[in-house]
């Protein structure tokens, strides 16, 4: 059965950078043909997707996140890890890493998140 | 940016009863549409993939059903373990976009 699990601080202020990390078990990050992806829902608004990485190493961001953003990768561990920089208190959000499939598929195994709050 | 739109925003029912969502796309998103359920402080599920597919393990009292722009999730008789939010994605463009979720309640 596959596993994630996302880690990192809860609290990070601003102007600095959120890093966050999801520990893949029951699949390995760099064998199979998926995209590991980062989403984030700010408290009563949508999901938002950030961004995946593919089993190659290869990115896909959302341009609205302006260049502030950058996932990777890290095979030895089985992670994956999102960094976000230059962060104000519109990131706080519950953040989610998630295990995606073609674009014909979907979502099909999701972290249970990890609430980051950025403040002072 | 595609922007999806679910109605209602609650939907108050009973267990056992019949409910269907509904999800519209801003443009054509042809059949590349999921759906997913959330409960809190679970991790999210995915339920539905391009439009109609039950993901594994996903039980057929659920089904969906649309194309191009219009979209809907049916509960065939709900179980109490349907109470949930319910989100739909499109993923024919750039950045994949979530609707704000249908929340069932009992």
């Known amino acids: 059965q596959v596993q994630l699990q996302e880690s990192g601080p809860g609290l990070v202020k601003p102007s600095q950078t959120l890093s966050l990390t999801c520990t893949v078990s029951g699949d390995s990050i760099t064998s199979n043909f998926f995209y590991w992806s980062w989403l984030r829902q700010p408290a009563g608004k949508a999901l938002e997707l950030i961004g995946h990485?593919?089993?190659?190493?290869?990115?896909n961001y959302n341009s609205s996140f302006k260049g502030r953003v950058t996932i990777f990768l890290d095979a030895s561990r089985n992670q994956f890890s999102l960094r976000l920089s230059s962060v104000t208190a519109a990131d706080t959000a519950r953040y989610y890493c998630?295990?995606?499939?073609?674009?014909?598929?979907?979502?099909?195994?999701w972290g249970q998140g990890t609430t980051v709050i950025v403040s002072s | 940016e595609i922007l999806l739109t679910q109605s209602p925003a609650t939907l108050s029912l009973s267990p056992g009863e019949r409910v269907t969502l509904s999800c519209r796309a801003s443009q054509s998103i042809d059949s590349y549409l999921a759906w997913y359920q959330h409960k809190p402080g679970q991790a999210p599920r995915l339920l539905i993939y391009d439009t109609s597919n039950r993901a594994t393990g996903i039980p057929a009292r659920f089904s969906g059903s649309g194309s191009g722009t219009d979209f809907t999730l049916t509960i065939s008789s709900l179980e109490p373990e349907d109470f949930a939010i319910y989100y739909c994605q499109q993923r024919n463009y750039w950045p994949y976009t979530f609707a704000q979720g249908t929340k069932l309640e009992i």
């Open positions: 998630a295990r995606d499939g073609s674009a014909l598929y979907g979502m099909d195994v």
């Open positions: 990485v593919y089993t190659s190493g290869s990115t």
